[in-house]
């Protein structure tokens, strides 16, 4: 599985961003889907997952600001994030889960000012 992630720039607060992970490779072999973020000199956090059954889960910081969802035809994961604030800049990377291993995206930066 191939993922390569585009949509990343600079945006003012209170904006909106949609991020694209264009996904290449075996998708039936993916049980989850999802999207993390890195801010500067933090760890990476997961922010959003989608199942295979389309169900959604979100973390409590991004949790009605931030939506997940997967053009199937087009293979293409997309992270639509409104009501940004300072505190979301950071590197996004897209995650794609399988049994055997968790594939990951090269990161695109977004960031946000106030």
């Known amino acids: 599985v191939q993922l390569v992630e585009s949509g990343g720039g600079s945006v003012q607060a209170g904006g909106s961003l949609t991020l694209s992970c264009a996904m290449s490779?075996?998708?039936?072999?993916?049980?989850?889907f999802g999207w993390s973020r890195q801010p500067p000199s933090r760890p990476r956090d997961h922010i959003a997952y989608l199942g295979k059954n389309d169900g959604t889960m979100y973390d409590d910081s991004v949790k009605g600001r931030f939506t997940i969802s997967r053009d199937k035809a087009k293979n293409i994961l997309y992270l639509h994030m409104t009501s940004l604030q300072s505190t979301d800049t950071a590197t996004y990377f897209c995650a794609a889960d399988t049994k055997a291993q968790t594939f990951w995206g090269q990161g695109t930066q977004v960031t946000v000012s106030s």
């Open positions: 490779g075996d998708m039936d072999t993916v049980d989850t």
